[in-house]
């Protein structure tokens, strides 16, 4: 599930959007959520509390899903409904609320702001398919979430990933090259790669050469050169980032599977990051929050009872 972000731009912009094409809908179509809910078809039940066809239309309508994409992601959709729930359930063991006072100042804005455009909030967002409750509970999840992440990414906390991650978020950017084969036989592509890191080390070759003769990456033509990139800037696959932060300037690592094939992989330029743990720290405190989301997820899938209907 990704990380909940600009709570109240999203909400907007879903509102008024889905505004407009309910204005559109006869009266006999413009059924509260609510009242569907009643009698709307079980899909799941996550330990115990369920959640229904009525929760994933609503989640669809929210997220102007148009009905063949929903259709064709119902899985995945219903995967993030039942994230959604176990996360409230870890949430609610925690006993972690976040401030009412909160919760009404970002509930009191998205209406503002819904006004500041033009329209009726209260009509927008029955519109919508939004009760009270539920533009509430869409707008609770995330504050709770973000009230615990707080108590975990103390300043100590923030502190201790910096030093134990510090080029991750101070803007330092390597320069990589790439040796990349994919076939049928991994096994086979490893042993290669392994004797041509070797004839490498032994400047029989040089990386730029190699990569030219053998890699049938797009990169060959270049001697493999993937260009500068920082630890999430997402301008090489994300498999590969690790690796080359993990190599020093010059060196070659051993073959690596990704899900493209096998490689090797050399740093041939590294670029020092300027940034300060202050400037650093949101970053940081995000990336946390994403880390222990994935986690959180992962324990309570393990020991939930989720039974699919």
């Known amino acids: ?25 006869k009266p006999s179509e413009q059924k509260s959520s609510a009242s569907a809910k009643d009698a709307s078809p079980v899909l799941v039940r996550v330990n115990g509390t369920a959640i229904t066809e009525s929760d994933l239309s609503f ?28 996360l409230r359930g870890f949430l609610a063991q925690k006993k972690i609320v976040a401030s009412p006072v909160l919760l009404e100042d970002h509930v009191n804005r998205l209406k503002q702001r819904l006004k500041t455009g033009g329209g009726d ?27 615990y992440v707080r108590q975990i990414a ?45 004839e490498i080390i032994s400047q029989r070759i040089t990386f730029k050469e190699a990569a030219k003769k053998h890699s049938q990456a797009p990169s060959a033509n270049s001697g493999g050169d993937l260009g500068l990139f920082g630890f999430r800037s997402g301008k090489v696959s994300p498999e590969l ?12 690592s051993p073959p690596f599977r990704s899900s493209f094939g096998v490689h090797l992989l050399t740093v041939t330029e590294r670029i020092e990051g300027q940034l300060s743990l202050e400037d650093a720290k949101p970053e940081i405190r995000q990336q946390l929050s994403i880390e222990l989301q994935q986690e959180t997820l992962n324990a309570e899938r393990a020991k939930a009872k989720i039974e699919k209907r």
Do not use: H, Y
């Open 59 to 86: 989640f669809v309508k929210t997220r102007k899903l148009s009905s063949d994409d929903a259709e064709q992601r119902q899985d995945v959709l219903l995967e993030r409904l039942i994230e959604r729930q176990l």
């Open 241 to 252: 980032v690790p690796i080359g932060f993990g190599l020093k300037t010059g060196d070659v």
């Open 121 to 147: 909030p209260e009509q927008l967002l029955s519109k919508a398919g939004f009760t009270d409750e539920s533009l509430r509970r869409e707008l609770r999840l995330p504050l709770d979430w973000d009230a």
């Open 154 to 198: 103390t300043d100590s906390k923030l502190s201790e990933i910096w030093k134990q991650r510090k080029q991750e978020f101070d803007g330092t950017e390597v320069r990589a090259a790439q040796i990349a084969l994919k076939s049928d036989n991994p096994e086979s592509d490893e042993k290669k790669l392994a004797a041509i890191r070797d």
């Open 1 to 25: 599930m990704k990380q909940f972000t600009q709570i109240l731009a999203v909400c907007v912009a879903v509102l008024c959007s889905l505004a407009t094409t309910s204005l559109a809908q």
